[in-house]
Every structure is written in C-alpha cells, then in structure tokens.
T-cell receptor, first 111, second 111 residues
Framework: KQEVTQIPAALSVPEGENLVLNCSFT??????LQWFRQDPGKGLTSLLL?????REQTSGRLNASLDKSSGRSTLYIAASQPGDSATYLC??????????FGTGTSLTVIP | NAGVTQTPKFRILKIGQSMTLQCTQD?????MYWYRQDPGMGLKLIYY???????DKGEVPNGYNVSRSTTEDFPLRLELAAPSQTSVYFC??????????FGSGTRLTVV
C-alpha cells in the first residue's frame, strides 16, 4: 500500500521568503505525482502535475521536482506572498490507478 | 465546461438514514474517484472507477456503495448513515495519465 508523507505539517514564513515543501512516497511504481492547493473550507486546486518520466515542472513562482527512485518530490515556492497561505497536498497515482494523498503542509505567509 | 459537479453542497442526515451523493463530469474522463476528508486529516480513497461498469474499493469502502452506469456519473450511496461518516466528500476525475480535476465537495453531517 502506498504511503505518502509530507513534511513539515505546518510552516510559517515572512512574506518574500523562498520555501520548500517536501513529499515522500513508499512505492516508486507511480504514473505521476500532483501538487494541489486547498484553501480552508474549499476544494482542491491543481498546481502542478509531474509524469513519472519527468524530473520537474514549473508554473510561475512554483517549481516541483520528482525523484522517483528515492520516492521524493519537492515543491519550491519563490518570493512567497500572503495569498500563498493554504494547505498544500501532494498525491501520487500508482500503477493500479489508485490515487493517494499526503496529509498536507499548512502554510502561513506573514505580511 | 463545468468540470466535476457535486451535489448537494451540504447535507445533514440522521443516524440510519440513507442518501446518494451525486457526481457528474462532462470531460469524458474514464477514471473517477470518491474521497473523504476528515477535519485535520488527509484525503482517503473510498471507491474508484476506471470506466463505465467497473468499480473498485479504495482504502475506506465500508458503509458506502457506488455504481458507474455511464461515463459521466459516479454516485456514492450511504445506506445506513453513522456519525463516523460525518466528513467532507470529494469526487474527482481524470483521463489517462493526466492530472485530476476535483469537485467542490459535499459537507455531510450525521447526527
């Protein structure tokens, strides 16, 4: 069974800082890994999708990397803003078409 | 293009009542999923489907049933509601090896 872990569980940073969120998974037989953002009481918004054959994806101030062999992904957020405050979730699709989520990192960016 | 639509958005059930959570997608996606998210916890997979007529259990299927008679619809049935089923339920879909699209969720309270 795939286990997905995110560290840290919570993070508080001053505005403007660059930061890294970590995601690890136990089974490297994955199709892809996806990062989501969830605002309080809201649904999930997709941020970045990395296929198993890719090493990284970028969108604006966000960069996600994938090291499948070591079972790790990182989400890098550059020049953080208060609007980035949310819970960030990573999820992996394994080769059995199941989709497993990590427990999330709650990010607070302080103005 | 509506994406993934979930109804209702909110519902209060009494213990022992039954209900169906509706999920519809208009993107012709093969794969559909149901998750529950408990407060402060990650998302847990309840059931998933890889195509019309095919469903399979996820991590926490007990107390739920699903059907997939069409590509578009993937309803989740609760037969005998229990307080442990109080949660927020999310439906998601994807096509092939692409990323997931989530509905906005159904907040269910069982009293």
């Amino acid at each position: 069974k795939q286990e997905v872990t995110q560290i840290p569980a919570a993070l508080s940073v001053p505005e403007g800082e660059n930061l890294v969120l970590n995601c690890s998974f136990t089974d490297s037989a994955i199709y892809n890994l996806q990062w989501f953002r969830q605002d309080p009481g809201k649904g999930l918004t997709s941020l970045l999708l990395i296929q198993s054959s890719q090493r990284e994806q970028t969108s604006g101030r966000l960069n996600a990397s994938l090291d499948k062999s070591s079972g790790r992904s990182t989400l890098y957020i550059a020049a953080s803003q208060p609007g980035d405050s949310a819970t960030y979730l990573c999820a992996v699709t394994n080769t059995g078409n199941q989709f497993y989520f990590g427990t999330g990192t709650s990010l607070t960016v302080i103005p | 293009n509506a994406g993934v639509t979930q109804t209702p958005k909110f519902r209060i059930l009494k213990i022992g009542q039954s209900m169906t959570l509706q999920c519809t997608q208009d993107m012709n996606h093969n794969y559909m999923y149901w998750y529950r998210q408990d407060p402060g916890m990650g998302l847990k997979l309840i059931y998933y489907s890889v195509g019309a007529g095919i469903t399979d259990k996820g991590e926490v299927p007990n107390g739920y049933n699903v059907s997939r008679s069409t590509t578009e619809d993937f309803p989740l049935r609760l037969e005998l509601a229990a307080p442990s089923q109080t949660s927020v339920y999310f439906c998601a879909s994807r096509a092939g090896n692409y990323g997931y699209t989530f509905g906005s969720g159904t907040r269910l309270t069982v009293v």
